[in-house]
């Protein structure tokens, strides 16, 4: 069976600081990848997916950056984290199944990021 | 960019009780999908309806489409306090289909 893996958990980093969130998944290979990021009491924000290796496409224009070294890991970074960095951060992997099959997403348990 | 959005934001209601959320979205689709998230925690894809369906149905989970009028519904017979979570509408990105894109959510709470 598939797992998808996301560390840390929880971090409190200072503004200015870089960030490193970490996404990896198990039990399948190819997967779609994707970074969300839901700020307090709001929806799910698409900030990057990635199809392959070294493929990413961004969807929001902000600090953020997104790298996939490997096939089935994702990860999210800033060089220099600002307050509005702040919310809890979702990654995400699919097969691609497009069309009316739909792409169904499987989530992490996120991680829940505070700039102080 | 936002493509389906939930109504309401929050909704109450008691044990039993039927919980109806509804989602509106802008442009034409291949499917739409209904995802819960308990709180602090990562979504759970409940169900998905193509556009040429008009009703679907999962356990106490029923979820009609409407192509015509670009909106769906949730609806959560007999709820139970566990059903307490916030429910997403998404759609596709794109044509290609290669990443979702999700409403703000309902919240339900469900008490008993």
């Known amino acids: 069976s598939q797992t998808i893996h996301q560390w840390p958990a929880t971090l409190v980093q200072p503004v200015g600081s870089p960030l490193s969130l970490e996404c990896t998944v198990e039990g399948t290979s190819n997967p779609n990848l994707y970074w969300y990021r839901q700020a307090a009491g709001r929806g799910l924000q698409l900030l990057f997916y990635s199809v392959g290796i070294g493929q990413i496409s961004s969807e929001v224009p902000q600090n953020l950056s997104a790298s996939r070294p490997q096939d089935r890991q994702f990860i999210l970074s800033s060089k220099k984290l600002l307050l509005s960095d702040s919310g809890f951060y979702l990654c995400a992997w699919s097969v691609l199944s497009p069309g009316l099959s739909g792409n169904t997403i499987y989530f992490g348990e996120g991680s829940w990021l505070t700039v102080v | 960019s936002q493509q389906g959005e939930e109504d309401p934001q929050a909704l109450s209601i008691q044990e039993g009780e039927n919980a109806t959320m509804n989602c509106s979205y802008k442009t034409s689709i291949n499917n739409l999908q209904w995802y819960r998230q308990n709180s602090g925690r990562g979504l759970v894809h409940l169900i998905l309806i193509r556009s040429n369906e008009r009703e679907k149905h999962s356990g106490r989970l029923r979820v009609t489409l409407d192509t015509s009028k670009k909106s769906s519904s949730l609806l959560i017979t007999a709820s139970r306090a566990a059903d307490t979570a916030s429910y997403f509408c998404?759609?596709?990105?794109?044509?290609?289909?290669?990443?979702?894109?999700f409403g703000k959510g309902t919240t339900l709470s469900v008490s008993s």
């Open positions: 998404a759609t596709d990105l794109n044509q290609a289909g290669t990443a979702l894109i």
